[in-house]
């Protein structure tokens, strides 16, 4: 996700053959289980700085935030892992995402029943299209950083093991498109010809590789094999997706056989191309392609987007509202669902409980699922819309 530029000023309160696809996950029935999933990274944050949750469909009675969701047709929590978070980033702020606040979230929500999916960022900050600097204390050179990094993945699926979480997806690096771990693994695919621009790729092929052989790693140390996902963003851009998967397994060093999911970014504010027709093509493409399960795996809509600098929407026949949010994302599923031979497995909506980041990235004021309510400051409550509803009977 890109991050905006600024949160609210209530910072105190955090924030190509076909291969054969992996084996998916069944429900009872028989069908390919599919992910209705929120992340939910920032919500302890919240809650050690006061914020609590109320279900306005249950009489305004205060509820864990996951449980007033998972009524609402949750069945998966997204949760993002930075390596060695620390101040001054943000006055401190963002010390939270490292392994010791995550695991204990992500126990939470295991042992309450729900899918637990990983993003791992692979720096100490933020990773995403513009940023993806290298942890402080990890190696230079590609060698020892690629050993780095197959240690660290190894060693952390380990330590969620041990913590009695079994993890069901591994995202293995966060909206990669320009590469990961800058800037060896930094990665331009607008270079021509073909030839330079498969170079270009070769650094984050290796260090890619090394990540997907910790996951190897600790499957030999008794963790249970979780389905490892490639996620960049623009899902809806199809040039830009055939091009770099394509470019990446062309080095030799990733096979189209070591990742088992593809995951995407969309979001309909960055551009009016990301349209739901484009994100079919796109969908529709790959999974002909490589035959491989697809999610989306970020998104959200506006509740609240005007003034001046509100950005022009993607599919402006839908509602800023909530009746926007719960349109929005069916249409979402019901594009996934549509993709050939039920390749489209899941979709995750981003940080929903927010409550002191409702733009979540965006120029928009408002596309989280609770309203927020600062009046008893600094004290804040959410209280539910109906758009926490939004996969319930999808």
Known sequence: MWLANALAASLPLLASALPSPNPPSYNGGGEPFFYKGHDLSSLKILEDGGAVYVDTERGNVTRPAEDILGDGGMNTVRLRLWVYPKAPYDGGYYESYGLNYTIPLAKRFFDKGYKIYLDYHFSDYWADPSKQATPEEWPTTLRPLASALREYVSSTLVDFHKAGVDLSLVSLGNEIRHGMLWPLGEVDVDIEPTSARVANFTNLATLWAAARNGVRDAVAHGVQSPQVMIHIDDGWNVTLQETWFSSLTATGKVKTSDWDIFGFS???????????????????????????????????????????????????????SVAGQIQWVHDIVNVVKSVPRGLGRGVDYWEPTWLNNTGLGSACQDTILFGADWSQYPKVTGYSRDSVNMFKGV
Do not use: M, Q, R
């Open 266 to 320: 969309f979001y309909p504010f960055y551009g009016t191309a990301a349209t739901l027709a484009n994100l079919k093509t796109s969908l529709t493409t790959l999974a002909n392609k490589y035959n491989k399960p697809l999610h989306v795996v970020e998104t959200d809509w506006p509740d609240i987007c005007d003034g001046t600098g509100a950005p022009e929407l993607s599919e402006p026949s839908i509602p800023i």
